[in-house]
């Protein structure tokens, strides 16, 4: 139990400290410690490395700041104990450092600063961009310095490690190599002070480190200070025992109670279950057993046996989740071989994704000991502090597993998925960040993903379709959702000279969709991936909406309506009039075409194309957000949208934008009957939300974008919208449905937001509470009512 709290230690003791308390010369000139790495290592290739560093202390610090970094990835400890991972994610023109106290875990006499750094070379995971390996660690005063990284470091390349690819995964994989660790080749209790390192070498200076304002010349890291939080760790047990052959463990090995023994020459399998996916670095320590192999493997969900299934690529059914039988186990694993010796510890240098893991132990002449094993559970350190109450506890269950999916999918980066791909897309993003406004208030991750894909953005106009990367990727429809999370941002949080920076990047994008603009407004043969949605339908290709012989799409030519609708409400605002006027002449322009273009009299719905071969429910739902339909017409068209069976539908992904549609059309009432894909979701045992609507064969069971009524059912049902830059006035504007009782709040940067809506004797009883100096407006049935900032209570006849 000894490494949990030294782990916890961590969380409390170690805070990233703010831009304001780094000497500024660390932001402005060049560093007086110098880049290091193993001589003779090759830069470029996979590699593990240990550098060491003992010091002598007169007396322990009250305060000791350091700057550290490294290529690919480093952990950091003081005295033996874990006080920082990173760097955080980032690219070569803005290459994070971590700014750390550590004087907590410095004592007077001897120390020892020690960090393991890893470059995974070309089987690093494809999120990761790389110069060459490296470490840096940099004092932030004259004091501090005397922990500089020089050639007075110790260093070792660990060739216990090697790298393992996944053999067999039913699916497109992006998140990199695992671990092979041969303890009998692992430096020991390398990070302890006293640990021997006479034997080690010593470390070979490269250059000084130089952040990217220091007016100096750099082909290489340009340093830049970290803008998000340490990441959590919170120690997390495994739950259950599932399956167990030639093993005997039961629930005081799972507390971590009571060790169990593997015999000699003996074949084990454990099948553990956590009950609910999670984020973790798992902790397996154990004892003896020369050369006893043990297998790690990890996975979101078992498959389904599928012996007459000769492709191993269709073999892709899980089912019910919370069922083992008939099914198998297929995913990353890592593996350690055992020194036989006392007290061995392995835990990955990544975070590994789990529902189930399975252990697999072969053991040689020796039985072994696992003494414990558990998780470190990791994430961005999100809070949910947001409520909802109501006596519907599916409800409740689904901003559970929403908010369980989000934090999830939420790192040093959004990402669409943690198993997979671990990727920051703009447009997973863009529904991951008002997740986390609704539910947690906390901004941070939100910006920190707007200026990383600011940072992406090419000559030619577009961003990347996700960042950082090492693999380009664009997906200009993700160019246009930018925008639009730009917006959000503009919205519900302001800060008028982050967007007015942010603006140049709409105005490229929105630039380069102009030189494919014919006169009537309607982009033609736009180039690279345009990419709307994963649906299933005549006319979709690897979810790239309809597009027409003229090389037209409504789709795409309504996500460009919605862009420049954005980008004109910032640009009026805060921004350039020029633009404004320019954008407002785009907006008249595509509304006139599009209505003539697309729209099927005969049918009165809009088509995907001019030649009216496919409709969708993307291309309808959208002409109703942008304002193409309003009133009236938006209503019976929202009807269409509902009842016509011969439409391609929204995924679960989309039904983001569908459900803002029809609710702007005069539907929000309806939107708790529309929840059947997550309720689908829960019935099959998951306890995040699926990538797909095909929720038994989904390659990722953990996609944030699918986390939408973690947002609606405080902005549909409850009502509380934005209405104003910097949610600067309020507009509530309830949609209860069949629900008789129900509150909830949500935070605000003044405060809270609640409101209260009770059904009895006929009449409804409303409290709404805002923070101070906000107002707002509250709507009823049509009818307005204005909001002050504090309480504000009404009681309306329910007629």
């Given at each position: 139990m000894?490494?949990?709290?030294?782990?916890?230690?961590?969380?409390?003791?170690?805070?990233?400290?703010?831009?304001?308390?780094?000497?500024?010369?660390?932001?402005?000139?060049?560093?007086?410690?110098?880049?290091?790495?193993?001589?003779?290592?090759?830069?470029?290739?996979?590699?593990?490395?240990?550098?060491?560093?003992?010091?002598?202390?007169?007396?322990?610090?009250?305060?000791?700041?350091?700057?550290?970094?490294?290529?690919?990835?480093?952990?950091?400890?003081?005295?033996?104990?874990?006080?920082?991972?990173?760097?955080?994610?980032?690219?070569?023109?803005?290459?994070?450092?971590?700014?750390?106290?550590?004087?907590?875990?410095?004592?007077k006499?001897?120390?020892?600063?020690?960090?393991?750094?890893?470059?995974f070379?070309?089987?690093?995971?494809?999120?990761?961009?790389?110069?060459?390996?490296?470490?840096?660690?940099?004092?932030?005063?004259?004091?501090?310095?005397?922990?500089?990284?020089?050639?007075?470091?110790?260093?070792?390349?660990?060739?216990?490690?090697?790298?393992?690819?996944?053999?067999?995964?039913?699916?497109?994989?992006?998140?990199?190599?695992?671990?092979?660790?041969?303890?009998?080749?692992?430096?020991?209790?390398?990070?302890?002070?006293?640990?021997?390192?006479?034997?080690?070498?010593?470390?070979?200076?490269?250059?000084?480190?130089?952040?990217?304002?220091?007016?100096?010349?750099?082909s290489?890291?340009?340093l830049?200070?970290?803008?998000i939080?340490?990441?959590?760790?919170?120690?997390?047990?495994?739950?259950?025992?599932?399956?167990?052959?030639?093993?005997?463990?039961?629930?005081?090995?799972?507390?971590?109670?009571?060790?169990?023994?593997?015999?000699?020459?003996?074949?084990?399998?454990?099948?553990?279950?956590?009950?609910?996916?999670?984020?973790?670095?798992?902790?397996?320590?154990?004892?003896?057993?020369?050369?006893?192999?043990?297998?790690?493997?990890?996975?979101?969900?078992?498959y389904?046996?599928?012996?007459?299934?000769?492709d191993?690529?269709?073999?892709?059914?899980?089912?019910?989740?919370?069922?083992?039988?008939?099914k198998?186990?297929?995913?990353?694993?890592d593996?350690?071989?055992?020194?036989?010796?006392?007290?061995?510890?392995?835990?990955?240098?990544?975070?590994?994704?789990?529902?189930?893991?399975?252990?697999?132990?072969?053991?040689?002449?020796?039985?072994?000991?696992?003494?414990?094993?558990?998780?470190?559970?990791?994430?961005?350190?999100?809070?949910?502090?947001?409520?909802?109450?109501?006596?519907?506890?599916?409800?409740?269950?689904?901003?559970?597993?929403?908010?369980?999916?989000?934090?999830?999918?939420?790192?040093?980066?959004?990402?669409?998925?943690?198993?997979?791909e671990?990727l920051?897309?703009?447009g997973?993003?863009?529904?991951?960040?008002?997740?986390?406004?609704?539910?947690?208030?906390?901004?941070?991750?939100?910006?920190?993903?707007?200026?990383?894909?600011?940072?992406?953005?090419?000559?030619?106009?577009?961003?990347?379709?996700?960042?950082?990367?090492?693999?380009?990727?664009?997906?200009?429809?993700?160019?246009?959702?930018?925008?639009?999370?730009?917006?959000?941002?503009?919205?519900?949080?302001?800060?008028?000279?982050?967007?007015?920076?942010?603006?140049?990047i709409?105005?490229?994008?929105?630039?380069?969709?102009?030189?494919?603009?014919?006169?009537?407004?309607?982009v033609?043969?736009?180039?690279?991936?345009?990419?709307?949605?994963?649906?299933?339908?005549?006319g979709?290709?690897?979810?790239?909406?309809?597009?027409?012989?003229?090389?037209?799409?409504?789709?795409?030519?309504?996500?460009?309506?919605?862009?420049y609708?954005s980008?004109y409400?910032?640009?009026?605002?805060?921004?350039?009039?020029?633009?404004?006027?320019?954008?407002?002449?785009?907006?008249?322009?595509?509304?006139?075409?599009?209505?003539?273009?697309y729209?099927?009299?005969?049918?009165?719905?809009?088509a995907?194309?001019?030649?009216?071969k496919?409709?969708s429910?993307?291309?309808n739902?959208?002409?109703?957000?942008?304002?193409?339909?309003?009133?009236?017409?938006?209503?019976?068209?929202?009807?269409?949208?509902?009842?016509?069976?011969?439409?391609?539908?929204?995924?679960?992904?989309?039904?983001?934008?569908?459900?803002?549609?029809?609710?702007?059309?005069?539907?929000?009432?309806?939107?708790?009957?529309?929840?059947?894909?997550?309720?689908?979701?829960l019935?099959?045992?998951?306890?995040?939300?699926?990538?797909?609507d095909?929720?038994?064969?989904?390659?990722?069971?953990?996609?944030?974008?699918?986390?939408?009524?973690?947002?609606?059912?405080?902005?549909?049902?409850?009502?509380?919208?934005?209405?104003?830059?910097?949610?600067?006035?309020?507009?509530?504007?309830?949609?209860?449905?069949e629900?008789?009782?129900?509150s909830?709040?949500?935070?605000?940067?003044?405060?809270?937001?609640?409101?209260?809506?009770?059904l009895?004797?006929?009449?409804?009883n409303?409290?709404?509470?805002?923070?101070?100096?906000?107002?707002?407006?509250?709507?009823?049935?049509?009818?307005?009512?204005?909001?002050?900032?504090?309480?504000?209570?009404?009681?309306?006849?329910n007629?």
């Open positions: 000894q490494k949990i709290s030294l782990i916890v230690i961590f969380i409390f003791c170690c805070s990233l400290l703010k831009a304001q308390e780094i000497n500024p010369d660390i932001l402005s000139k060049t560093w007086s410690a110098n880049w290091i790495d193993v001589p003779h290592s090759d830069p470029h290739d996979y590699g593990i490395y240990h550098f060491r560093k003992k010091i002598i202390l007169d007396s322990k610090p009250a305060q000791f700041i350091i700057h550290v970094s490294a290529d690919n990835r480093y952990k950091l400890f003081v005295n033996g104990q874990l006080v920082s991972i990173g760097p955080a994610k980032g690219d070569l023109y803005h290459w994070n450092f971590e700014t750390l106290d550590i004087a907590p875990f410095l004592k006499d001897s120390n020892v600063i020690a960090a393991v750094v890893w470059n070379g070309f089987e690093k995971p494809v999120w990761q961009t790389s110069f060459r390996t490296a470490f840096i660690l940099q004092g932030n005063t004259k004091a501090e310095e005397i922990f500089n990284t020089d050639a007075s470091w110790k260093c070792l390349a660990d060739s216990a490690y090697s790298p393992l690819y996944p053999q067999l995964i039913y699916s497109y994989y992006a998140a990199g190599a695992t671990e092979k660790v041969n303890m009998n080749k692992y430096p020991v209790d390398w990070k302890n002070i006293n640990f021997d390192d006479s034997k080690w070498s010593a470390a070979h200076e490269l250059y000084n480190g130089i952040p990217k304002y220091a007016n100096n010349w750099s290489s890291w340009m830049v200070p970290r803008q939080p340490l990441m959590e760790l919170t120690p997390q047990r495994l739950h259950t025992i599932r399956i167990q052959t030639n093993i005997h463990a039961g629930n005081e090995f799972l507390e971590g109670n009571q060790p169990v023994q593997i015999a000699p020459n003996t074949t084990a399998h454990l099948l553990l279950d956590q009950q609910y996916l999670t984020n973790a670095f798992p902790v397996i320590q154990f004892s003896k057993g020369k050369d006893a192999d043990i297998q790690l493997t990890y996975a979101e969900a078992l389904i046996d599928e012996p007459d299934n000769k191993w690529r269709s073999q892709s059914q899980k089912g019910d989740r919370n069922v083992i039988e008939g198998h186990i297929v995913g990353v694993k593996e350690i071989i055992s020194n036989g010796g006392d007290g061995q510890s392995f835990t990955s240098l990544s975070f590994r994704t789990y529902r189930y893991i399975a252990l697999d132990i072969t053991t040689k002449d020796e039985a072994l000991t696992i003494n414990d094993f558990y998780g470190v559970f990791t994430g961005y350190p999100f809070k949910m502090n947001a409520t909802f109450s109501t006596t519907d506890t599916l409800l409740k269950k689904i901003l559970e597993v929403g908010w369980r999916t989000a934090r999830l999918d939420a790192y040093e980066t959004y990402m669409d998925c943690p198993y997979y671990q920051q897309y703009i997973d993003s863009r529904i991951q960040a008002l997740v986390s406004l609704y539910n947690s208030g906390d901004d941070r991750l939100m910006r920190n993903a707007i200026e990383q894909i600011a940072n992406s953005t090419l000559a030619e106009g577009l961003t990347e379709s996700r960042f950082p990367h090492n693999i380009h990727q664009e997906i200009p429809t993700f160019s246009l959702i930018y925008i639009s999370m730009l917006h959000d941002y503009f919205m519900y949080r302001g800060d008028s000279n982050f967007i007015k920076n942010k603006l140049r709409s105005r490229q994008v929105l630039s380069f969709f102009h030189q494919l603009q014919q006169k009537d407004g309607s033609i043969h736009a180039p690279y991936w345009e990419f709307t949605d994963w649906v299933d339908a005549p979709w290709n690897s979810g790239v909406g309809p597009i027409g012989e003229d090389g037209c799409s409504a789709i795409l030519d309504l996500q460009l309506l919605m862009a609708q980008a409400s910032m640009e009026k605002s805060i921004g350039m009039k020029d633009y404004a006027m320019q954008y407002a002449s785009q907006i008249d322009l595509l509304k006139k075409t599009i209505k003539e273009k729209w099927e009299g005969s049918r009165k719905i809009f995907d194309t001019k030649d009216k496919y409709f429910q993307h291309t739902a959208l002409a109703i957000i942008t304002g193409v339909v309003n009133g009236v017409d938006a209503h019976q068209l929202g009807e269409k949208i509902l009842k016509d069976t011969t439409i391609a539908t929204a995924s679960v992904y989309f039904r983001y934008y569908l459900y803002q549609a029809l609710t702007k059309a005069g539907f929000g009432n309806d939107y708790l009957r529309w929840l059947g894909i997550w309720k689908q979701n019935k099959m045992g998951l306890t995040t939300w699926a990538e797909t095909d929720v038994n064969r989904t390659r990722s069971d953990c996609h944030a974008w699918g986390s939408s009524p973690n947002i609606e059912l405080y902005r549909i049902v409850l009502g509380i919208g934005s209405d104003a830059p910097g949610f600067s006035k309020v507009k509530i504007e309830p949609h209860l449905g629900l008789k009782n129900v909830g709040s949500m935070p605000h940067p003044e405060g809270n937001i609640s409101a209260s809506y009770v009895q004797q006929n009449k409804w409303i409290s709404i509470t805002l923070p101070s100096k906000i107002s707002g407006n509250f709507i009823w049935k049509g009818k307005e009512y204005p909001l002050k900032a504090g309480e504000n209570n009404f009681t309306i006849a007629n």
